[in-house]
């Protein structure tokens, strides 16, 4: 069965440091990854996925993450953050093969991401 | 392009009365899913339609929990009778097959509180 683990539930950092969220999953298969950031109130907005090809993906606002077969991971991370990052981060992975329960997204328990001034 | 619609955003209810969630997916997505989010913890998918059909209802508490997507639009998702370990935030996605790996884009969600 597929897992994925977020192993900070929080992640403190000042304005314009960098940052990384940490995200590893558990799949037999292929996978597809994704990163999701939920804003206070709001529902959840892609920021990147990864499909297949280049394991350096970018994606909005800055943020980018690397895949990581052999570890297993697909870690997030800005260079330099701004205070309107805050927000709560999700990673989430799905079967990489479309049809039946394939495709349905597994995620992590999420990482808050405090940006201080 | 319209994003996916949900209502209502906030609903506060008394344990034991039934609710009802909506959801209008963006246009030509024939995917549509219900993803229920406790505090602090991720979303976890309750049931999957492919059009009318729901093709993934594995993981929906069939005693109290239903949900229908008539003619393969819209959908609703219903409590009834509501407890209070229901208490959570009901996400609404929907996404369309193609290259992009079923790419889901989610609604701003339902909060319901049931005192």
């Known amino acids: 069965a597929q897992s994925v683990t977020q192993l900070d539930s929080q992640v403190p950092v000042f304005e314009e440091a960098p940052v990384e969220l940490r995200c590893n999953y558990s799949s037999s298969v292929s996978v597809y990854l994704f990163w999701y950031v939920q804003y206070p109130n709001q529902g959840l907005q892609l920021l990147l996925k990864?499909?297949?090809?280049?394991?350096l993906v970018k994606g909005i606002n800055g943020f980018e993450a690397e895949f990581n077969k052999s570890q297993t991971s697909f870690h997030l991370r800005k260079p330099s953050v701004h205070i309107s990052d805050t927000a709560e981060y999700f990673c989430a992975v799905s079967e990489g093969n479309y049809g039946g329960s394939q495709g349905n997204l597994i995620f992590g328990k999420g990482t808050k991401l405090s940006v201080k001034p | 392009e319209a994003g996916v619609v949900q209502s209502p955003r906030y609903k506060i209810i008394e344990k034991k009365q039934p609710v009802a969630f909506w959801c209008n997916p963006i246009s030509g997505h024939n995917t549509l899913y219900w993803y229920r989010q406790n505090l602090g913890q991720g979303p976890e998918l309750l049931i999957r339609y492919e059009n009318e059909e729901a093709v993934d209802d594995s993981q929906l508490p069939k005693d109290r929990f239903s949900a229908e997507r008539l003619k393969g639009v819209d959908s609703t998702l219903k409590i009834q009778p509501a407890e209070l370990g229901d208490s959570a935030v009901y996400l609404c996605?929907?996404?369309?097959?193609?290259?992009?790996?079923?790419?889901?884009?989610f609604g701003p969600g339902t909060r319901l509180l049931v005192l």
């Open positions: 996605a929907s996404s369309r097959e193609d290259r992009s790996g079923q790419t889901q884009y």
């Open positions: 990864y499909l297949s090809g280049s394991t």
